[in-house]
């Protein structure tokens, strides 16, 4: 049986996209997830892709979400956070690496050479050092308490051509550092995987498909709160650490704990 209500989780980048789905999937099980984004309106009903607007659709699951306002550039204000957790809840049981930032225009179908150079700045220096800091932050926390799941949302893009060589170079970094942080995690009882979703519901790649610029399979495709069933899954699991520097698909943490998507 999956049950948080006993538990603290961080997520990152979640305004929208997997984040807002992993804030709602670990809500609707009773966490308190503290979570990130840079998009915020005061205004209600709250706007979509909004900080408020995951906190509504995830706390009308369950659960409690507080949300935080800041840039994952800023080290000292990711710093700040973790210290308000562990300062209001004493222990950290989940940190979620999820925030990324999709460049503007969207690095595809072009060869790496003919992408400018911050492309690459944009998916590896927040998608890729942005997970590296949180954890800084978050391990102290949970070798302290021996006990606690670093999960790095990574894709498949990680071990196959997907988007663009910058793209792979990202998420392939991803899968690698939760494999490296097991092993330095393993004496203090604190587990790290990677976690591939595949072909989301997305808000961009809605917006991609809606632009003909994308195909997606509707009835296939994952919901975004699949993603976050899997992080509850995977926190209530009492052999975690034997999954631990694993890269895991969604797909099969869904299969293995044999939870249903919510669409």
Request: one cysteine or more; a negative charge.
């Amino acid at each position: 049986m999956i049950d948080l209500s006993n538990k603290v989780a961080v997520v990152t980048g979640a305004s929208k996209g997997i984040g807002k789905g992993i804030v709602e999937g670990l809500c609707e099980y009773g966490c308190t997830v503290y979570f990130t984004g840079r998009s915020s309106q005061d205004v209600s009903p709250p706007l979509p892709m909004t900080l408020e607007a995951t906190k509504a659709s995830a706390e009308s699951l369950g659960g409690t979400a507080i949300p935080i306002c800041l840039d994952h550039n800023d080290d000292e204000a990711v710093r700040a956070l973790f210290q308000r957790v562990d300062k209001e809840q004493g222990r950290l049981d989940i940190l979620v690496n999820n925030v990324y930032q999709i460049p503007n225009p969207p690095a595809m179908n072009k060869g790496f050479w003919e992408h400018p150079i911050p492309v690459r700045d944009d998916q590896c220096l927040v998608g890729l050092r942005g997970y590296y800091t949180a954890s800084v932050f978050a391990a102290p926390i949970m070798v302290r308490q021996e006990s606690g799941l670093i999960v790095n949302i990574s894709s498949r893009g990680g071990r196959e051509y997907v988007f663009s060589a910058s793209y792979g170079v990202g998420k392939a970094g991803v899968d690698r550092m939760a494999q490296d942080f097991a092993v330095e995690l393993a004496p203090h009882r604190v587990a790290a995987v990677s976690l591939s979703p595949s072909k989301v519901k997305t808000e961009f790649i809605l917006e991609m498909v809606e632009a003909g610029k994308m195909t997606l399979d509707p009835e296939g495709a994952q919901s975004v709160r699949l993603s976050g069933r899997s992080v509850a899954a995977l926190a209530c699991d009492p052999e975690i650490l034997n999954r631990s520097g694993q890269v895991l698909t969604v797909s099969e943490v869904q299969s293995n704990y044999g939870f249903t998507d919510p669409d």
